[in-house]
């Protein structure tokens, strides 16, 4: 399993860098990866996630982003 050489830091979004090098084995479900943001200069760390975990969450986001862009239209509408 590969894991992302950055992400978003979600405080300020400037780019955050892995820290953490691979095991010898690969990275794997439960391991913890850390981040260092390269802006505020927070660390991120994260739990490697199963490939149907990520698809859960992306599909609840989903939905969140569904209901709150209707709510938007309801708001205009009124």
């Known amino acids: 399993m590969e894991v992302p050489e950055t992400i978003v830091c979600v405080d300020c979004g400037q780019p955050a860098r892995l820290l953490s090098f691979p095991p010898e084995e690969g990275w794997e479900v439960g391991d913890i990866v850390a981040y260092r943001c390269s802006g505020c200069n927070d660390r991120w760390d994260l739990v490697v996630a199963g ?28």
């Open 51 to 78: 490939e149907d975990e990520n698809q859960a969450t992306d599909s609840v986001s989903a939905e969140a982003r569904a209901i709150l862009e209707q709510r938007v239209r309801d708001q205009r509408e009124a």
